[in-house]
Nanobody, 124 residues
Framework: QVQLVESGGGLVQTGGSLNLSCTASGRTFSTSAMGWFRQAPGKEREFVAA????????YYADSVQGRFTISRDAANNTMYLQMTNLKPEDTAVYYC?????????????????WGQGTQVTVSS
């Protein structure tokens, strides 16, 4: 059974940092694009960042560009999201995703697998 499990969420003050992890099991994702999405209360799920299977290319939503960094460790089937200078508007449930193409994940997700989500709360 394929599973994506996120960890690292929590409560942080404005300007703080958090590091999210996503560990995959059940199959290897070394040849899959992976990404992060988030969903705030009352809002639709939105794209945050994506990374190609080779980790050569990364893509970010404008709202997080320069503050968030996506990376992956293919050998350990793990993806990361380093979040800095967090703002209250970053508060959301963050989801790990795999599938599709990193370059078009923002507009054409084609996600095959989702994690269960991890809560990130940024207090003002």
């Amino acid at each position: 059974q394929v599973q994506l499990v996120e960890s690292g969420g929590g409560l942080v003050q404005t300007g703080g940092s958090l590091n999210l992890s996503c560990t995959a099991s059940g199959r290897t994702f070394s040849t899959s694009a992976m990404g992060w999405f988030r969903q705030a209360p009352g809002k639709e799920r939105e794209f945050v960042a994506a990374i190609t299977w080779s980790a050569v290319s990364t893509y970010y939503a404008d709202s997080v560009q320069g503050r968030f960094t996506i990376s992956r460790d293919a050998a350990n089937n793990t993806m990361y999201l380093q979040m800095t200078n967090l703002k209250p508007e970053d508060t959301a449930v963050y989801y790990c995703a795999a599938g599709g193409f990193a370059a078009t994940m923002a507009t054409q997700p084609r996600i095959r697998y989702w994690g269960q989500g991890t809560q990130v709360t940024v207090s003002s």
